[in-house]
């Protein structure tokens, strides 16, 4: 049975027009998902469920945990001539005194690493390391796993 609310005189009404007793309603019970109750079908609906958008590559790195140093450490010295390669191409590249002298600070003694450090990128694209950003994100999850 339809059911009309009068807001003007707060009367319950049927399609007919005659009075309904507010303690005569019966709303059926909600459904556990999302929904959206109708008053003039008494029913409810299952709201559709908006897809799950995936994350881009970006928004996965910056759910990455830090990367301690030591983790950094071992993960760079755990492939032969990493080290001596990511060095080259700080002092090759670099030509800024100033910004060369940070990055290789920052590489040497920084206490932890976030994966969206600028210095990934540049360090991944030097055609001597020859690292892509997928292997990057491999080698930060290696480092997470050590113990």
């Not at 909600?30 to 079908?41: A, G, I, N, Q, V």
């Not at 001539?81 to 940070?102: M, W």
């Not at 920084?110 to 990128?121: A, H, K």
């Amino acid at each position: 049975m339809k059911i009309f609310y009068n807001p003007t005189d707060g009367v319950y009404t049927s399609a007919t027009g005659t009075p309904v007793n507010e303690d005569d309603i019966v709303v059926p019970a909600r459904p556990p998902e999302k929904s959206t109750y109708h008053p003039d079908t008494n029913s409810w609906t299952i709201d559709p469920v908006e897809p799950e958008i995936p994350l881009t590559p970006k928004e996965q790195r910056a759910l990455m945990p830090p990367l301690e140093k030591w983790r950094f450490d071992t993960i760079i010295d755990s492939r032969p001539g990493l080290r001596d390669k990511i060095e080259s191409a700080i002092d090759r590249n670099i030509s800024d005194l100033l910004q060369r002298v940070t990055v290789r600070n920052k590489f040497r003694s920084v206490t932890q690493f976030s994966r969206l450090d600028p210095m990934f990128p540049f360090l991944a694209s030097d055609p001597d390391i020859n690292i892509s950003d997928l292997e990057i994100d491999e080698m930060w999850r290696q480092g997470l796993a050590l113990t």
